[in-house]
T-cell receptor
Framework: QLQLQESGPGLVKPPETLSLTCTVS??????????WGWIRQPPGKGLEWIAS???????FNNPSLKGRVTISVDTSKNQFSLKLSSVTAADTAVYYC??????????WGQGTLITVSS | QSALTQPASVSGSPGQSITISCTGT?????????VSWYQQHPGKAPKLMIY???NRPSGISNRFSGSKSGNTASLTISGLQAEDEADYYC??????????FGGGTKLTVL
């Protein structure tokens, strides 16, 4: 059974860079059928897609985040990572990692709450 | 990047049917069949309920069905049950190579 697990600092100070890692188990991140993505959800609000990456390194980003996003993959560790720069309180959210094929997110991590506060 | 439009809330009694709409544009819902629906219970990760407009993943009850007409997709839940009470989100592929979610709909089972 495929499992995804997010890991991160919990608290980030503005305007630092938020760094998160998603570890994939029970399957290979190098599968040619899937992309791997990040989605966030501010407290009490809806879902927002952030970015996605293929095992080869091909990436897609949400243009509304205006170049603050870097997504990367480490196939040797079966992990992919997210960096979000210049964070503000508006970036406070639960961050999920997920697998998708044809833009359907079928497996999700449990999510990790990231709070941006000085 | 504007979200897809969903009603903030819907409600129904056990055994009834409800429909949640998801309105986009010709750049997303209207032009692609990559519409998905997710169910989210409080404090939990979203769960895939419908993909590619009308397909159910393995293990999802046939009480859940999806459809699309023009720029609007719909999720119908028949035979409402108490455990269906949750938030529901639609999503769609949007040109070019981006993904957009709806604002979410809170379903209350009366």
């Amino acid at each position: 059974q495929l499992q995804l697990q997010e890991s991160g600092p919990g608290l980030v100070k503005p305007p630092e860079t938020l760094s998160l890692t998603c570890t994939v188990s029970g399957g290979s991140i190098s599968s040619r059928s899937y992309y791997w993505g990040w989605i966030r959800q501010p407290p009490g609000k809806g879902l927002e897609w952030i970015a996605s990456i293929y095992y080869s390194g091909n990436t897609f980003n949400n243009p509304s985040l205006k170049g603050r996003v870097t997504i990367s993959v480490d196939t040797s560790k079966n992990q992919f990572s997210l960096k979000l720069s210049s964070v503000t309180a508006a970036d406070t959210a639960v961050y999920y990692c997920a697998r998708h094929g044809k833009w359907t997110f079928d497996y999700w991590g449990q999510g990790t709450l990231i709070t941006v506060s000085s | 990047q504007s979200a897809l439009t969903q009603p903030a809330s819907v409600s129904g009694s056990p055994g009834q049917s409800i429909t949640i709409s998801c309105t986009g544009t010709s750049s997303d819902v209207g032009d692609y069949n990559y519409v998905s629906w997710y169910q989210q219970h409080p404090g939990k990760a979203p769960k895939l309920m419908i993909y590619e407009v009308s397909n159910r993943p393995s293990g999802i009850s046939n009480r859940f069905s999806g459809s699309k007409s023009g720029n609007t997709a719909s999720l119908t839940i028949s035979g409402l049950q108490a455990e269906d009470e949750a938030d529901y989100y639609c999503s769609s592929y949007r040109s070019t190579n981006t993904q957009v979610f709806g604002g979410g709909t809170k379903l209350t089972v009366l």
